[in-house]
């Protein structure tokens, strides 16, 4: 079966940096996307990734290892309005997204 | 605005009534999709349209039906709702069926 794998809650303190894992084991891959979203709204998207390696968009960066069926979502300089879900999501060989549960992270002064 | 909507709110519904919850963009988007979401539990995929006139199950598809008559509107029908269908359901679409999904604001249902 097809499984995204994610740490079901992460604290941190604003102003610090955040890493929240995802494994996953599906069948094929054509991408891993990253959503936020905060409670009683909407995923919004964050970041893609299809080829191994960083990709960094101001304080937040993803990671991905193909061979290793893993990524990371990194936050940095935490603000209290990063206080949401983040989803982890990968498209599989007939492009359907398989998303994981998602990670709840909280921020604390 | 651009952007995807999705009426109603929120609901709630009579088990064994039929319900039809509303999915429009405006982005001229080809793919569209809608999913539930449960507590615990990733999104799941219910049903997904690649493009307009054609319509395709995802992971969860039973007890729901899905039309794409027009490449704006992807209204999503329970034909008689059951308290398992008690969910938050978004609406989303992408340019194609490969890229990036937008989501719509939600749709939090109670089926009693």
């Known amino acids: 079966g097809q499984n995204i794998d994610q740490p079901t809650e992460m604290t941190a303190t604003e102003g610090a940096i955040v890493q929240i894992n995802c494994t996953y084991q599906t069948s094929g891959f054509n991408g891993l996307f990253w959503y936020q979203q905060h409670a009683g709204e909407a995923p919004t998207f964050l970041s893609y990734?299809?080829l191994d390696g960083l990709e960094e968009k101001g304080r937040f960066s993803s990671f991905l290892s193909r061979s290793k069926g893993y990524s990371y979502l990194l936050l940095k300089e935490l603000q209290m309005k990063d206080s949401a879900s983040y989803l982890c999501a990968v498209m599989d060989s007939n492009y359907q997204l398989i998303w994981g549960a998602g990670t709840k992270l909280i921020i604390k002064p | 605005i651009a952007g995807i909507t999705q009426a109603p709110t929120s609901q709630i519904l009579a088990a064994g009534r039929r319900m039809t919850l509303r999915c429009t963009q405006d982005m001229r988007h080809n793919a569209m999709y809608w999913y539930r979401q449960d507590l615990g539990l990733g999104l799941r995929l219910i049903h997904y349209s690649n493009t307009a006139g054609t319509t395709g199950k995802g992971e969860v598809p039973d007890g729901y039906s899905v039309s794409r008559a027009n490449t704006d509107d992807f209204p999503l029908t329970l034909a008689s709702a059951v308290p398992s269908q008690t969910s938050v359901y978004f609406c989303?679409?992408?340019?194609?069926?490969?890229?990036?999904?937008?989501f719509g604001p939600g749709t939090r249902l109670t089926v009693l």
């Open positions: 989303a679409s992408s340019e194609q069926g490969t890229d990036t999904q937008y």
């Open positions: 990734n299809v």
